[in-house]
């Protein structure tokens, strides 16, 4: 399912549910060239593939936000379709893919695509930032951030804190684009602004790393006490 789609003669941009937990995948093209960077495939790399090739474009680039299975199930299948090349942080562990780091600047026809080390959620999780518009995975939500604890090896509330004030030294009207759909407040948000959720993110509302982590612990009773979902 197609959640939001910009096509014009210079880029092509979808964000798509293919299923997963609330699960979005991206598809970013050069229309130039005719080709295309797949971002986070999760388990529908068939359907996919197709949507690109509906749209004329050839994916030459599959990149990894973090390895968890939700986002990179059939990762290694969307490769067999299309030959593209696999990169992921190297803390990822992900096998065949290429290193991608911090600063790094990957072609895409005559564009390019900027890649944020931003661990947290994951050791090796990476943004991708695609002209005015951010991928930010699982690291920050429309509303919420990313999980850390016990349920997600090798997560760290300490990156994480420090990988969020990072992007938000991005200007305000840079689109946000996160991993999943889990905005909980009224209507639909798949997508938000580094404005917006500066100023109505509770996790970016905190002051401090204490206040964060003590948000992070008792998010359930501020979500009871908020009316968030």
């Known amino acids: ?3 939001y789609e910009h096509s014009d003669s210079d880029i092509c941009f979808l964000q798509l549910h293919l299923g997963g937990d ?3 995948c991206y598809l970013l093209g050069d229309r130039t060239s005719g080709t295309a960077a797949a971002i986070d495939p999760g388990f529908a790399a068939d359907r996919f593939a197709a949507a690109a090739t509906e749209r004329g474009l050839e994916i030459r680039l599959i990149l990894v936000t973090h390895a968890h299975s939700d986002h990179v199930g059939q990762a290694s299948r969307l490769v067999k379709l299309t030959k593209a090349k696999l990169y992921a942080g190297k803390e990822e562990g992900m096998p065949k893919a290429m290193i991608v780091s911090d600063g790094d600047e990957l072609a895409l026809g005559k564009k390019t695509i900027l890649a944020f080390h931003t661990p947290g959620h994951s050791p ?15 690291l920050l939500f429309c509303g919420k951030v990313g999980g850390t604890g016990r349920h997600f090896p090798g997560s760290s509330p300490e990156a994480e804190w420090s990988s969020l004030q990072r992007i938000l030294s991005l200007p305000d ?4 684009f996160p991993g999943h759909d889990y905005y909980g407040g009224e209507g639909k948000m798949p997508h938000s602004t580094i404005g917006f959720e500066r100023q109505h ?3 970016l509302l905190c002051r401090s790393f ?3 982590c003590h948000l992070k612990d008792n998010w359930e009773s501020y979500k009871a006490e908020h009316g968030i979902r």
């Open 1 to 3: 399912m197609v959640i």
């Open 22 to 24: 609330r699960n979005f």
């Open 124 to 138: 090796g999780h990476t943004c991708y930032r695609f002209a005015d518009r951010l991928i930010t995975g699982d």
């Open 173 to 176: 009207d840079i689109a946000v």
């Open 201 to 203: 993110n509770p996790f």
């Open 210 to 212: 204490e206040a964060f």
